[in-house]
């Protein structure tokens, strides 16, 4: 999930749900790796996130994997 704050965005893992991050835009999160749906909604670590790549329900959207 995507929850807001004063300083950015925390991004919380959908599927581990101990991933934890703040990211000041999206953007910043993916070049991270991590994955966010088209809705915004969901969001999956660079760990996590190569599993829910060819899920085509709620559309993970990567735009490309460091390394
Ligand atoms: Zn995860």
Redesign the pocket.
């Known amino acids: 999930m995507i929850n807001r704050n004063e300083g950015g965005r925390v991004y919380v ?1 959908d ?2 749900k ?2 934890i991050k703040t990211f000041v835009s999206m953007r910043a999160a993916r070049l991270e790796g991590w994955a966010i749906s088209r809705d915004y909604k969901r969001c ?2 660079p ?2 996130a190569p599993g829910h790549r060819h899920t085509g329900k709620y559309g993970p959207k990567i735009i490309r994997q460091e390394g």
Do not use: F, G, M, V
């Open positions: 893992c599927d581990c101990t991933a999956y670590c760990h996590c």
